[in-house]
């Protein structure tokens, strides 16, 4: 390499953008793949990956999913679309763990690249507003969590990406084709989350009702809408498994929730609290530019929070961000990332709502990224969360000791056989799921049930112990006994 090569391929791997990409990279590495790639799962993602499981291996169909032999044996805790997509993920690649976290970060691929395209109908340049909008959004810890958790919202907001990208597109090309291929995109959200899903409606709605002259926006909302509640009405009046399996999630699902059946708060306002706490970062740095603009380029209040509001795209923006967290708080059975899918509503309205402004907290990076050590410590953090995610792919970022202990317990278990647990074992659907899993088994409480018996460690009821004989493992927090009933 000549020595002016060099010198070129130095002044791009230290340029602005290029280091803005690496260090995004590292971020992403650290808070995202690294962790998704490691051992151990979320609750929710077990329940989902069983029943995966299933249907991959031809014991379930699409309306008519089943967890495990005891537990579930008709699935309706969430739509079926997700868990479709994943069983169709393991019948082609197999059920290794590896599997479905590549189902995951390819969601997360999908839906980086239609950020993109959203950037480009958006922005210009597109590459630092992309940025941007991926830095805000990776400010958001429940984002990152949700992705390394593999949670059903990681689809809901890969979906909600493609629905705002055609929308857009129609803005621009007013093609009629896009009505349709959005109100699909609308049902499939539906099916992946339910009606909550659905919030992106709001966003042509919000905005034809700006441009209340302009008949093809109204045409657009008119057949979309009736397309997604057509096919919903088709599915859940008509078609008659679809039905069954509704009747069993309305029941389920929707009236515990909304009689606040394992409630995770006490009061309607705390959900509020939540959603901004969970955001604060964002709200921070914008709050941070506008202080910057008042202070020293000496802009009044209104000419930087005011008068951007004036752009009816944006404001449709922030009204679907809103359609997509505000419902939430009418029940107290709410999780953060339940709101993880109206996030990129929020951060394309602040980013482009405010785009001019943004770009002076672009140039105070670019100065940022001239400094000699700032060239130097940057590339210097990629490769240290390259070498940390690869030091750590072997941990566990949870459900450790269950899964060392299901290694002792589980060879000596029968493929395909109902084991005993313990009454206050049952909701350790974790345990469920592994089990299942590996090896086909079913666990119940059944007191009656012979065979061995899996209880947490050192708690066999004093009134069982006549009719158990222990086996001694070296395991962590579960005992294996074997239940004799005579």
Known sequence: MSQSTESNFVTRLTSPLTLAVLFLLSVLLVLVVGPLF??????DAMLYKTVAFNFAIAESSFWSMKYTATSMSFFCEQPPFYIYLLGNFYTLFGTHLIVDRLFTFLQLCVFLYFLYR??????????????????LLLCIQAISWSFANQVIETLVLMLLAVAIDLYLDFLTSRRTILMFWFGLILLLLFLSKGFQSCFIVVLPLS?????????????????????????????????????????????A??????NNVGATTDKHYQILIQLLMETIAVWLIFLGLGWYLMVKKQYSSKQIFVEPLRDTLGLSLLFTFLAGTLPFTLSLVQRGFYLVPAYLCLTLFLTYTYREKWLYF?????????????????????????????????AYKREKELAQDLEVISPLLKTGTTIGINSNVWNYFNLHSYLYMQKKISLSADPKLEGFVIVYKNEMPVKEQARVLKIELPTQELDLYYRYNN
């Open 38 to 43: 490691q051992k151990g799962s979320f609750i």
């Open 118 to 135: 959203i950037c480009q109908k958006l922005f210009a340049p597109a590459l630092p507003f992309f940025l941007l909008n991926l830095f």
């Open 253 to 258: 699902r929707l009236v515990l929730t909304m």
């Open 207 to 251: 905005y034809a009702l700006f441009h209340i002259k302009e008949k093809k926006v109204f045409w657009f909302v008119s057949f979309t809408s009736v397309l997604l509640l057509g096919g919903i009405l088709f599915l859940l009046m008509v078609y008659e498994p679809s039905k069954n399996w509704y009747n069993c999630y309305y029941q």
């Open 362 to 394: 672009f140039a105070a990076l670019n100065k940022l990224a001239h400094l000699m050590w700032v060239k130097v410590l940057v590339p210097l953090i990629f490769l240290a969360s390259l070498v940390y995610c690869l030091l750590n792919a072997s």
